[in-house]
């Protein structure tokens, strides 16, 4: 089971930290991630981690938001600043299973993958509006 928490409504250029609590479940060797959707649109990774700490980051968010695990208490956050209207969603947090989830590599730069249908645990979402 997957929980958010931070979720609210900031204006252009403000901070918020998403949390999502995992529980009945042990999540160190899976991908983690945090997924977004606006209506009309479909849901799309934002940036997710393995468990070996490596990141994907969406190009539009990559250098304003971080993602960070503690396995020892099951707890996935992410830091977002600098935030745009564009950034207004629905915000998920999501789990693959326990063997970890594909990988893929560029030159030396490996990422775990960010394609919704690899994960298979989601909490409810939390909401993220940013007002101009």
């Known amino acids: 089971q997957l929980a958010e928490s931070g979720g609210g409504s900031v204006e252009t250029g403000g901070s918020l930290r998403l949390s999502c609590v995992a529980s009945g479940y042990t999540y160190s060797g899976s991908c983690m991630g945090w997924f977004r959707r606006t209506p009309g649109k479909e849901r799309e990774a934002v940036t997710v981690i393995d468990g070996d700490g490596r990141t994907y980051y969406q190009d539009s968010v990559a250098g304003r938001f971080t993602i960070s695990r503690d396995n020892s208490k099951n707890i996935l956050i992410l830091q977002m600043r600098n935030l745009k209207p564009e950034d207004t969603a629905t915000y998920y947090c999501?789990?693959?299973?326990?063997?970890?989830?594909?990988?893929?590599?560029?030159?030396?730069?490996?990422?775990?993958?960010?394609?919704?249908?690899?994960?298979?645990?989601w909490g409810q979402g939390t909401q993220v509006t940013v007002s101009s």
């Open positions: 999501a789990a693959g299973g326990w063997l970890g989830c594909t990988t893929y590599c560029s030159g030396d730069y490996c990422y775990p993958t960010p394609k919704v249908a690899e994960y298979i645990h």
